[in-house]
């Protein structure tokens, strides 16, 4: 080999820092699969259904709340299959009530199992009003000390109505401005458009706190019956807004479409692979 004199080295040695943050800006973000889009097939064969969402070349997978019934046996199985298949779950969807004392312990440990990083509650049904939603931003406060010190992330999921004005403010402006700005702000896009809200606007708003988002699609014509690519959302503004806002992890999800669950989910990552490179 060459030797290199001490100017080129401290040439080179300069340039090492731009190439590590050129490699990291192009990195890729993984796209997943929020498992309630198969859901009917996943009652059916759990095992098989996940198999068949890796194989079609899904990085991640959040299993929805029936992953809390499963028994922790059944857990490490699943567990061994994603990892076989070098598939990763991030976050977990769960009821509200997965957070309630006598059901934190459990949560955390299914959590663990599965390699989860967020514990995501998948919206709430709170009292009327503006202060109906203190108990709601109470519970995610609390449970955020309790699972932190495993290494768990608390987060809320949208669903339109928090993106519906209660006396001239979102309830999802509430949860955001009365919760620690370690609970996660999960983003579903379909439910925000649908609510007429502007999702590229929440988003830099709200920088650093949505780490994942559900990238469903909507239209007026046919709601979320839509494949994603063929609703409003404005993908590429939302996309720029998101990885220069923290986002971690891209989540697909589907209400159904024409096609069969997996049929669906396969046509949507094919999309959003043209639509996002």
Known sequence: MTPINRRSFLALSAMLPYAFTAGAANSKIPVGLELY????????????????????GYQCVEFYAPYFERTNAQTKDM???????GVRCFSTHNDLNYLDPD??????DLNLALGSKYVIVASA???????????????LNAAAEKLE????????HNHEPEFRRVDGKYPAEYLA?????????QLDVGTCVASGADPVAWIRSHP???????????????GYKVLFGEGVAPWKEIFAAAESSGLEYYLLEQEGSRYSELETAKRCLETFRTTHA
């Open 37 to 56: 889009s198969v859901r009917e097939a996943l009652k059916k064969d759990p095992e098989g259904t996940v198999r068949a969402v890796g194989e079609m």
């Open 79 to 85: 567990r061994r299959l994603i990892d076989d298949l």
């Open 103 to 108: 059901k934190i312990n459990r949560t955390r």
């Open 125 to 139: 049904q709170p009292k009327p009003g503006p202060d109906g939603w203190k108990p709601v931003a109470d519970a």
């Open 149 to 156: 010190p495993a290494g768990l992330k608390v987060g809320y």
């Open 177 to 185: 401005e009365h919760t620690k700005p370690s609970v996660v702000l």
């Open 208 to 222: 650093g706190r949505i780490k994942s988002m559900h990238c469903k699609d909507w239209s007026p014509a046919q």
